[in-house]
């Protein structure tokens, strides 16, 4: 069955650095163009970056932009959020999405959190 799994969120103080990874399996992963969302408490899910199904074409929402990037490993089916220069604005439930013609998967979210 299709699985998004994420991991590599936690607590961490502002400045810092994570990287979250998402292990997707289930699907022909290098079909689908692979994005990261997140929801932060009490407001709606946002986009923060896609990345196309080569990874040549990469999106990232303004406030992530120049701090966040994207990747992926085609081989190893996945898909990577490398953030850094951290705030509190950035603490959320970070989500990945696979999407490919009239299929959306998502995974189940990992926790980011950014405090002193």
């Known amino acids: 069955q299709v699985q998004l799994v994420e991991s590599g969120g936690g607590l961490v103080q502002p400045g810092a650095s994570l990287r979250l990874s998402c292990a997707a399996s289930?699907?022909?992963?290098?079909?689908?163009?692979m994005g990261w969302y997140r929801q932060a408490a009490g407001k709606e899910r946002e986009l923060v970056a896609t990345?196309?199904?080569?990874?040549?074409?990469?999106y990232y929402e303004d406030s992530v932009k120049g701090r966040f990037t994207i990747s992926r490993n085609n081989a190893r089916n996945t898909v990577y959020l490398q953030m850094s220069s951290l705030n509190s604005e950035d603490t959320a439930v970070y989500y990945c999405n696979a999407r490919f013609q009239r299929s959306d998967y998502w995974g189940q979210g990992t926790q980011v959190t950014v405090s002193s």
């Open positions: 990345i196309s199904s080569s990874g040549g074409t990469t």
């Open positions: 289930g699907f022909t992963f290098s079909y689908y163009v």
